[in-house]
């Protein structure tokens, strides 16, 4: 196949390419060229913005469209009405964040969507990203119909992970001692490997499977205790998890950038975001690798890192310590 991808050279984007390669498709990436310019054996590359400047799309012809990067309805709107003509099929990467959790029931598929106050918004925040995605699935599938594919991801990690939000954990585990995690711990934890959302991707295109579908994962249940019991198992590690309560995190203010990819004590309509139904992905195609896999693939990918690299999330190892100090024994 002739694939047209929008985006593809960062974390997500840059391992479809690697999975589109893998199965021997003809890959063409359409980008600003500002993130990792290095040539891609095997790859062509178009120089544009989707945000007026498509002209190195125009005559072009592909076989299938891979988005990777559309956040803003009108921006989409423009990339999508122009393949129309040149591709017949067009696969989006949206989120699980386009469902509205305030209701507290589980989530699939027919689940409520969230909506925006000002559908014109083009900032981009926590309240508007949600909403603005809907508009940008609403786009797509008014010009492509019966010919798109809407791929909802939870929590994407594994290597190249430049959130930073999985690997805080991993990186806590990994270097042993004690360390700080909320009383609750019992919350669900879902997220998807990269390589697994990649290859799934390439899937679904190479098939040209249109509809809706989330990609979740692991294909196991696991809470946050699992998880960081797992790590520590894996990385043979002397950790030791030290509770802190509701009031102590309240207290000394320790938001959910501080414990990434986890929810507050009282905001429980989110853990339906880590309870979604994999079966119906599953039946499609999609697999999952082992946890360890995931671990150890973030885990690599980390040390590669230059030494003075800033983490983006997480607790800082100075505050970590100074509320360490503060925790009653």
């Not at 500002?34 to 062509?44: F, Q």
């Not at 946050?224 to 102590?248: G, P, Q, T, Y």
Request: aromatic content about 8%; glycine content about 6%; charged content about 30%.
């Amino acid at each position: 196949m002739d694939i047209l991808i929008l985006g593809g050279t960062q974390f997500v984007g840059k391992h479809i390419t690697a999975a589109a390669l893998k199965n021997n498709h003809n890959v063409t990436l359409f980008n600003r060229g500002k993130t990792n310019t290095e040539p891609i054996d095997g790859v062509t590359t178009l120089i544009g913005d989707r945000d007026g400047n498509l002209d190195a799309l125009k005559g072009k012809k592909f076989d299938a469209v891979i988005d990777v990067c559309g956040y803003l309805p009108r921006v989409v709107k423009q990339s999508a009405e122009l393949l129309k003509k040149l591709v017949p099929h067009y696969v989006f990467i949206s989120t699980i964040s386009v469902y509205d959790h305030a209701n507290g029931e589980p989530i699939d598929i027919d689940s409520p969507l969230a909506t925006l106050e000002d559908e014109s918004t083009e900032e981009i925040t926590g309240e508007t990203y949600g909403g603005l995605k809907v508009l940008c699935e609403d786009e797509i599938l008014e010009i492509y119909e019966e010919n798109a594919t809407i791929i909802r991801p939870g929590y994407i990690v594994g290597p190249d992970d430049h959130t930073d939000r999985f690997g805080y954990w991993i990186r806590r585990v990994a270097n042993g001692g004690e360390m700080l995690v909320p009383e609750n711990d019992d919350q669900p934890m879902q997220f998807i490997d990269v390589r697994d959302l990649a290859e799934w991707t390439i899937r679904l295109t190479e098939k040209k499977q249109a509809g809706i579908y989330n990609a979740v994962g692991p294909n196991e249940k696991l809470t946050l205790a699992d998880l960081l019991v797992r790590m520590k198992k894996h990385f043979n590690s002397d950790s030791k998890f030290i509770k802190v309560s509701k009031e102590f995190i309240d207290e000394n203010e320790i938001s959910v950038t501080d414990f990434p990819m986890l929810f507050s004590f009282e905001d429980t309509a989110h853990y339906n975001f880590m309870e979604i139904e994999l079966r119906p992905s599953i039946s499609q195609g999609l697999t999952h690798r082992t946890v360890e896999d995931t671990i150890q693939a973030s885990y690599t990918y980390i040390k590669s890192l230059p030494s003075d690299y800033e983490f983006k999330c997480g607790l800082s190892d100075k505050r970590h310590d100074e509320l360490l100090k503060k925790v009653e024994r």
